[in-house]
């Protein structure tokens, strides 16, 4: 018994130490050896959106050497290196990244290379520097590296492992497969609906074990009182619907698709109180409205001409959208009026979430049903500030919270001195107009520039790629 069991130990170690000698190396070579020859970058004149308070400092330097800044200061007091890459900001404003936080990669599937190429790009065309993958394959921990180390253009890639569902029927099945998607290299784990309670219970203490953290969905066995000890983000508000109800008013209401024929029955004191039980236990929503629009809001005849942004998706990935949506409004319970209470009630439940001190992140559910990849996190922010927020509010959940969220708050999510510079460079001030956010004049990222003009010339290519 001993024997083998300390036998598979050793390896497992000795395989996490070398993959992350791997990892280590590839990420160090890979960016200082393409930074090395890089002359500065540097934006003069520009106005500045720090994201540390609500402001903006006007005509300022900002210098950007090997991915990070080294200087911001108001003009004139910077000093500039000779030789530097310099960009006219005049009269426009440099933001820090974005972060998709309910982001997917398409997987390993057969010729699906060249379309996850062009998801992280178009990911990285809309601001987007941060994407969150919350359906992981071991494809996407090789992308990974291959973002990290500016290989690929792209957003920085967290990466959740692959979802634990139904399919995964008892404690000691739940245990293995966490060990092995920690082992594995996955950042945090995927959760989806079906897991009884006893396999919940059993995954939780395991991922803690293995410090792994939890995000997704709430299986109904657990539901989200329950689910708020253990997990980091909660998405969809899954499961918040029969927590806003009187479960004995609501006895012989099916919910259905997350529990949206319970909206009409919702409370007002349980909004706040749920609110309220998920800021005390510290944990983040990914409210990813504009999914549930697409559901039951989204006009089927004209969102095709609404949305230029289809053009840039494989026709058959825009298709299945297309028949998904159909098919769910077409069944034969479907009921739009329940559909719409429960647009009204989400909006109340961000709205209280925010007031009562609660985390938001910024998460669209890209590329879902009529979400193109980083398109879509503008149209989801759009949706937070009809929820009540203020642009300067929505622009931190996309920014600071995410940083807030992965313990790196002195690393990205800002624009200061030192910190990583994955930036936005858009033509008007985005705390006064959040569309300005989406008027990207160039994105920075890994410190390198993508001007309008490159960003437009691959978009081109990606949308003839797909014309054919
Ligand atoms: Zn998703």
Redesign the pocket.
């Given at each position: 018994m001993e024997f083998p069991a300390n036998a598979t130990r050793r390896r497992k170690g000795r395989r996490v130490l070398v993959r992350g000698l791997i990892a280590a190396v590839a990420v160090g070579i890979g960016l200082a050896g393409a930074h090395a020859q890089e002359p500065a970058l540097v934006f003069e004149g520009v106005n500045v959106v720090p994201m540390d308070e609500e402001r903006v400092l006007e005509d300022h330097t900002v210098v950007i050497e090997r991915g990070r800044i080294i200087e911001l200061a108001p003009a004139g007091e910077a000093s500039v290196p000779e030789d530097a890459n310099v960009v006219d900001g005049n009269g426009q404003y440099l933001m820090p990244g974005l972060a998709e936080m309910?982001a997917?990669m398409p997987g390993g599937g057969p010729g699906n290379d060249q379309y996850r190429e062009d998801v992280a790009f178009l990911y990285l065309a809309n601001g987007v520097t941060l994407a969150r993958s919350?359906?992981g394959a071991p494809v996407h921990l090789a992308q990974r590296e291959q973002l990290a180390s500016g290989a690929m253009v792209g957003p920085r890639l967290v990466s959740a492992g692959p979802g634990f569902s139904g399919g995964v029927e008892t404690p000691a099945e739940a245990i293995q497969q966490v060990r092995e998607q920690a082992e594995a290299g996955y950042d945090l784990l995927k959760i989806f609906w079906g897991l009884d309670r006893e396999t919940f219970d059993a995954m939780v203490k395991a991922a803690k074990a293995n410090n792994m953290e939890i995000s997704g969905h709430v299986p109904a066995a657990a539901g989200v009182p329950h689910a708020l000890q253990y997990y980091t983000t909660i998405d969809h508000f899954d499961a918040y619907m029969p927590t806003l109800v009187d479960p004995e008013e609501t006895a012989d209401v099916n919910g259905g698709f997350f529990g949206y024929r319970l909206a009409p029955y919702a409370k007002q004191d349980r909004i706040e109180a749920i609110a309220k039980h998920t800021r005390d236990a510290g944990v983040w929503n990914v409210p990813t409205e504009t999914i549930m629009y697409s559901a039951f809001e989204v006009d089927l005849d004209t969102v095709a001409d609404e949305r230029p942004e289809f053009q840039y998706m494989p026709p058959d990935v825009v298709e299945g959208w297309f028949d998904w949506v159909t098919n769910f409004r077409a069944g034969e319970d479907y009921d739009q009026e329940a559909g719409d209470a429960f647009l009204e009630v989400r909006l109340d439940l961000i709205a209280t979430l925010h007031d009562v001190g609660a985390g938001l992140l910024l998460g669209s559910?890209a590329p879902?049903w009529f979400n193109v990849p980083g398109f879509s996190v503008h149209r989801e922010m759009a949706v937070m500030e009809d929820a009540g927020l203020t642009p300067y509010e929505v622009l931190k959940t996309g920014t600071v919270n995410p940083a807030k969220y992965l313990g790196e708050e002195d690393v990205f999510g800002r624009v200061a001195k030192g910190m990583k510079a994955d930036l936005v460079l858009v033509n008007g001030n985005p705390l006064e107009d959040l569309s300005n956010a989406h008027d990207i004049a160039g994105v920075v990222r890994h410190g390198r520039w993508h001007s309008r003009a490159d960003l437009d010339a691959r978009l081109e290519e990606i949308a003839e790629r797909y014309a054919n």
């Open positions: 309910h997917h919350m359906l559910d879902q």
